[in-house]
């Protein structure tokens, strides 16, 4: 299973609109392209999309006919405003975005040829980072695991959702790997469903056991005790601890913290954004009502309905057990815990 693959100066990506019931490559060979992919969902996952961006940036250098020096960085501020444009809420977007711009600019004095060799090197770079980041992570968060325990996770924050391995999925994998008898319950995750499409098709490759449930199942099994954990990933974290992550996630953390049961999120530190003080700075994306009325493109709902559709929610550090990173685990308080991890070194 691959998220993405460069192949002959081409971007490729599996269309995970179209999974499980499809298995279509996408070929992206314009940085336009590679945006359209990321705001349609075909690539998504906060690391996913950071690693996609890296390289639409090296198709935008390649695009590029013309002057070296300033007419060239004009046209990749432009490339990188674009892809920078297609979602919000992610940061680990404008994290690899910003990585890749700051290779254009302390190599503006090499040839063109130089500085696209330059940025290819370091879009791979990003991309074998981030699946290091996840094995690390789940070597770290694998500890957390009991022999035996039954696992909630919301949303897809698996290989699919990253270069390779997945965060909260790489820990369960982890687990899995070290000889524990790992379960998961898997939430559907309206409206996009990629907890049925993507989570439940993922683990199954693997051969890991688990179940789907719609969302509003979730306390049912908590309080009947057969969910001993709780493990999502996270699209950005503030410095206090606050998570962003799919819609629905607060809710599972509230009712994990009713019910006794730890709530993990699992994140490289590129998800990470000290720069914000608390989560409610966060911007959260709201996406298409047709999301919401429609299920696999067929109306479920009164036509003219009022809808409200915010991507993802702030689950409030009060509620996260322990932040598993590739450098560590952070505990409460974040505030302090959390620069730390960003100073240790790997
Ligand atoms: O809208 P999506 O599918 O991009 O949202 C993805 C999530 O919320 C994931 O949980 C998050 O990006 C972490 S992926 C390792």
Redesign the pocket.
Known sequence: MYTLRWQDNKLYLLDQTKLPVEHVDIECSTYEEVADAIKN?KV??????GVTAAYGIVLGAMEYVGDKGEPFFSHMEEVSRVLAGT?PT?VNLFWAIERMMSIVRDNMDKSLDEIRRLLLDEAHKIKYEDIEANKKMGRFGQELLKDGDTILT?????AL??AGY???LGVIRAAVEAGKDIKVYADETRP?L?GARLTAWELMEDGIPVTLITDNMAGYFMRKGAITGVI????RIAANGDVA??IG?YTVAVLAKENNIPFYV??PTS?FDLALESGEKIPIEERDPREVTHIQGKRIAPYDVKVKNP??DVTPNRYVTAIITEKGVAHPPYGSSLKELVLKAQ
């Open positions: 969902m998504r996952g906060a690391p996913a999309i979602r992610a919301h949303c897809n924050a698996g959702a990253t997945g965060t909260a996009y990629q999502v990933g996270a699209d992550n799919k996630t699992a994140a998800t991507a993802f």
